[in-house]
């Protein structure tokens, strides 16, 4: 963790500037109708996960890069983890990758203790062989042919389950790789009966107060046929298993051009939304940083969700998942984080009284106008007021800078080799 010094040194050179960008907002919203302080309030209160293997530099399919300092274990993770909440107090819990993180329990959350966090959604492997695993997963896990192969991905779920009871998780995110290269390669309808056989097994050992997130992604490491693709055969997962199942949305998984926040809504109006993976796409499931291609997606993401606020039994997860292979990922976490909050407070802002007028008069250009206002205002101040009465950075990214966590962490961590693919 940094030291609080090097915190309050970086917030002193910037707090004068920030009260009064702050006031000068504050009275814009007030003209608005709207309390400033209200929407700082909630924003204060929002939170999103980072995944753990978000810490380490990622890559493609061809290379990786590694940088100074890499994590070397949940532990080093959980350290930067740590900082990335202490900066921005935006990010209050942790989802894990098992078995990438798997340690003893206890060592676990008395680590997490040690940096301020909690643990979000576990999440299972069943995409890659482990060292001494009998069955290979190179033709499937879940819904692989062979019943022994199936019954080891059901029961490495059964185990993450376990662990993520252990240390206070409440929900479990699955998503296999399973499907095919070539058409013919696999009977469509056998492969998905085996996949919902097996996943109604980790179902019946689900905790009463847990949920079963399922995550579908239209292509890759399958390249013809993918069994859970889309948000179709997604609903059908989560309807198939019971009410506790539930889908999870990870922005970079669709087709380029979908409508996304209609997929947000449809799930939510039939109470199936149950978690995102923030990420930002520009050709396929590139797992760019959350914000940083299309900011209005994501508002208008947040403005379903805004919409739905309040809802009884409405509380989707939120956790980031990309991959940074050109950026210290420290650095990404935070502004990701920032970007997402942002959104949030975006769409705090709309006028949802005026919206619901103009779209039951028809008038699309004052509706999309109405929207678009939330947007386009700038809610730095508010963030930025937030983070500062929660003791964390006005500006993250310069504090984190100035603080040196890099070179510290990189004199006990040793330099990781870069060989090879490193998609995560
Ligand atoms: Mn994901």
């Keep these: 963790m940094l030291k609080p010094d090097i915190i309050a040194r970086s917030n002193d050179a910037a707090r004068a500037r920030l009260a009064s960008d702050y006031d000068a907002l504050g009275e814009h919203l007030d003209r608005r109708g709207i309390s400033i302080d209200a929407i700082k309030a909630k924003v204060a209160t929002y939170g999103v996960a980072v995944p753990s293997w978000g810490v380490g530099t990622g890559g493609t399919r061809f290379a990786r890069f590694p940088g100074p300092g890499e994590p070397r274990d949940i532990f080093d993770k959980l350290d930067d983890c740590g900082v990335i909440h202490q900066l921005t107090h935006a990010t209050p819990s942790v989802s894990l990758h098992i078995p990438w993180d798997a340690q003893p329990a206890a060592d676990l959350t008395s680590k997490a203790e040690e940096v301020g966090l909690g643990f979000d959604a576990m999440n299972s492997n069943t995409f890659q062989d482990q060292p001494d695993q009998p069955h290979s997963y190179k033709f499937g896990s879940l819904s692989h042919t062979d019943a022994a192969t199936r019954q080891q991905a059901v029961d490495h779920n059964l185990a993450c389950i376990e662990l993520g009871r252990a240390i206070g998780s409440k929900a479990l995110t699955i998503w296999v790789g399973d499907g095919s290269n070539f058409p013919g390669q696999t009977n469509f309808t056998r492969q998905f009966e085996r996949y919902?056989?097996?996943?109604?097994?980790?179902?019946?050992?689900?905790?009463?107060?847990?949920?079963?997130?399922?995550?579908?992604?239209?292509?890759?490491?399958a390249f013809y046929s993918t069994v859970v693709q889309d948000w179709g055969s997604n609903?059908?997962?989560a309807q198939h298993l019971g009410e506790q199942a539930k889908c999870l949305v990870d922005l970079g998984h669709h087709a380029p051009n979908v409508n996304i926040e209609m997929i947000v809504a449809r799930l939510t109006?039939?109470?199936?939304?149950?978690?995102?993976?923030?990420?930002?796409s520009k050709?396929?499931?590139?797992?760019?940083?959350?914000?940083?291609?299309?900011?209005?997606r994501l508002f208008l993401v947040f403005n379903?969700?805004?919409?739905?606020?309040?809802?009884?039994?409405f509380s989707p997860m939120h956790m980031l998942d990309q991959s940074h292979n050109v950026t210290d990922p420290?650095?990404?976490?935070?502004?990701?984080?920032?970007?997402?909050?942002r959104a949030y407070a975006q769409a705090?802002?709309?006028?949802?009284?005026?919206?619901?007028?103009?779209?039951?008069?028809n008038d699309a250009l004052m509706a999309t106008s109405t929207l678009k206002q939330g947007f386009r205002t700038d809610v730095e101040p508010i963030l930025a007021m937030a983070r500062l009465t929660a003791g964390a950075a006005i500006d993250p990214v310069a504090a984190y800078r100035a603080s040196g966590y890099r070179n510290t962490v990189a004199e006990i961590r040793p330099q990781s080799r870069g060989a090879g693919g490193g998609i995560v």
């Design 196 to 221: 919902l056989d097996a996943a109604c097994q980790i179902y019946a050992a689900l905790p009463t107060d847990w949920t079963l997130l399922t995550e579908h992604k239209m292509y890759e490491p």
């Design 235 to 237: 609903l059908l997962i």
């Design 269 to 280: 109006q039939f109470g199936k939304l149950g978690g995102f993976h923030f990420n930002d």
């Design 283 to 296: 050709y396929g499931d590139d797992d760019l940083d959350t914000g940083s291609i299309d900011p209005y």
């Design 304 to 313: 379903e969700l805004v919409e739905a606020e309040g809802t009884p039994g």
């Design 330 to 341: 420290i650095e990404s976490l935070m502004v990701s984080a920032m970007e997402v909050q």
């Design 348 to 361: 705090l802002l709309v006028d949802r009284e005026a919206l619901l007028g103009f779209q039951e008069d």
